[in-house]
């Protein structure tokens, strides 16, 4: 299967949402990111449950849904009601782990977990058979528009050999600093889902890059 893309909304016109997502239903976009983070799990607040539902309103494309917020469990039937296909929560915000990936998957959500810059992928060991998506960090969450880090291509490389080893069917999602110049190493190491923000809607021509990406 190829792989799919996820423009993160983070980086769109939010006076002008519609113009956005419209363009969005056109294009070769696989799913739209959506991030909501909480000002204390990450030092930044972006927007929450009205805007989210504004945003499924004018699509159809599944939400990919990146909780940067501590405690994520308090939220799992909300976010469903608002419009989440895929629920990411953070390894680093769950005491019990487990439980909440069950949760997500009983509320008929795809279940994903995220790992910040500095967590090793060995804390994946216990939790990969259990959960639909992994998704790698590739900055410090909090804002669009970061430097990509480089060590995000042997973290992805590591992913790919626990799932291999664990024979389990986990796809691998990066997020943060994905364009054009590192979208097919990203894929080629073993990335399925590449997430841009910054590289779309800073672009002359999101439409475009969105299709650039796809055949990267
Ligand atoms: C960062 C967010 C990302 C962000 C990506 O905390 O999780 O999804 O929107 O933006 P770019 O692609 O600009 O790094
Ligand atoms: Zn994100």
Request: aromatic share 6%; proline share 4%.
């Given at each position: ?44 607040i ?81 939790i ?21 880090i ?6 992805i ?24 110049l ?9 990335a ?25």
């Amino acid at each position: 299967m190829s792989h799919l893309i996820a423009p993160s909304i983070l980086s769109g016109d939010f006076a002008n949402l519609a113009t956005d997502i419209e363009m969005l239903n056109q294009s070769d976009a696989d799913w739209i990111h959506v991030d909501i983070m909480d000002g204390v799990f990450v030092p930044n607040i972006s927007f929450g449950f009205p805007v989210m539902e504004a945003i499924k309103k004018y699509t159809s494309k599944p939400l990919d849904v990146h909780l940067m917020i501590i405690k994520p469990e308090r939220y799992i039937s909300r976010f469903k009601e608002a419009g989440a296909s895929n629920l990411i929560v953070h390894i680093e915000a769950c005491v019990h782990l487990n439980s909440t990936i069950q949760s997500i998957k009983q509320e008929g959500m795809r279940a994903s977990v995220a790992l910040n810059p500095h967590t090793a992928v060995n804390n994946l060991e216990d939790i990969i058979f259990d959960i639909d998506q992994v998704l790698i960090m590739a900055v410090n969450p909090g804002f669009g528009g970061q430097n990509f880090i480089e060590h995000t291509y042997r973290k992805i490389d590591k992913v790919r050999n626990l799932i291999e080893k664990t024979g389990s069917k986990t796809r691998i999602e990066v997020d943060g600093g994905v364009d054009l110049l590192n979208a097919s190493k990203l894929i080629k190491v073993g990335a399925d889902i590449l997430v841009a923000g910054s590289a779309v809607f800073g672009s002359k021509n999101p439409f475009e890059t969105i299709a650039a990406l796809k055949k990267a």
